[in-house]
């Protein structure tokens, strides 16, 4: 059974830094794609960067391009997001997630798109004050 789970999330001051961590099991994820998306109150869950594990090749949103950076280690199974020069729309609840189907059999470059993913982690917050 494939299982996410996140930490590092917690409340900083704006222009604070966070490094969220995706710690995956169940299966290697050397062959996938792993993806970091965010919900905030009222809002749909978008996708903010991703990874493609068998390349290192990378997706960032707009909104965070330039602060975030994904980076991953294959032989711990985890995926980082380093968050630097926070600001108070990035609150949210973050989730990684990973696509089923391994890149050989479908999309070789990652996806910010979560209907795509299919196993998600539960969440970890993010707060970020004025």
């Known amino acids: 059974e494939v299982q996410f789970v996140e930490s590092g999330g917690g409340s900083v001051q704006a222009g604070g830094s966070l490094r969220l961590s995706c710690a995956a099991s169940?299966?290697?994820?050397?062959?996938?794609?792993i993806g970091w998306f965010r919900q905030a109150p009222g809002k749909e869950r978008e996708g903010v960067s991703c990874?493609?594990?068998?390349?290192?090749?990378?997706y960032y949103a707009d909104s965070v391009k330039g602060r975030f950076t994904i980076s991953s280690d294959n032989a711990k199974n985890t995926v980082y997001l380093q968050m630097n020069n926070l600001k108070p729309e990035d609150t949210a609840a973050y989730y990684c997630?990973?696509?089923?189907?391994?890149?050989?059999?479908?999309?070789?470059?990652?996806?910010?798109?979560?209907?795509?993913?299919?196993?998600w982690g539960q969440g970890t917050q993010v707060t970020v004050s004025s």
């Open positions: 997630a990973t696509i089923a189907t391994p890149y050989y059999s479908g999309s070789y470059y990652c996806t910010p798109f979560r209907f795509d993913y299919d196993y």
């Open positions: 169940g299966q290697s994820f050397v062959d996938y794609h």
């Open positions: 990874i493609s594990m068998h390349d290192g090749s990378t």
